[in-house]
């Protein structure tokens, strides 16, 4: 009944920009908090940055100063912009929103497919 879809990954050269884009459609109350995984191959999957509902976020250390996530509640998006990208950077994205599908029902975990970003040096 929910789906997120990812978009906005691609190939870029190092101390490029990319804007990732993840839209949250189907059938559900609300979202609480939604954010950013990425993991590259042989490692595991780690947080990039996270938003509550209310606009407050965190961030990895090391995309610090350089990624920005957002989101329009209004349209179920969050965003992640992502400046001076670095080769290690390089890592299939992922989208994640917790979701409340009736009204005081508890919020449970949905994730997108993941979209594809490489840095080249």
């Known amino acids: 009944q929910v789906q997120l879809v990812e978009s906005g990954g691609g190939l870029v050269q190092a101390g490029g920009s990319l804007r990732l884009s993840c839209a949250a459609s189907?059938?559900?109350?609300?979202?609480?908090?939604m954010g950013w995984y990425r993991q590259a191959p042989g490692k595991q999957r780690e947080l990039v940055a996270a938003?509550?509902?209310?606009?407050?976020?965190n961030y990895a250390d090391d995309v610090k100063g350089r990624f920005t996530i957002s989101r329009d509640n209004a349209n179920n998006t969050v965003f992640l912009q992502m400046n001076s990208l670095r080769p290690e950077d390089t890592a299939v994205y992922y989208c994640?929103?917790?979701?409340?599908?009736?009204?005081?029902?508890?919020?449970?975990?949905?994730w997108g497919q993941g979209t594809q970003v490489t840095v080249s040096s």
């Open positions: 189907g059938r559900f109350f609300s979202i609480n908090a």
């Open positions: 994640n929103a917790g979701v409340r599908r009736i009204p005081f029902s508890p919020f449970y975990d949905y």
């Open positions: 938003i509550t509902s209310g606009g407050s976020t």
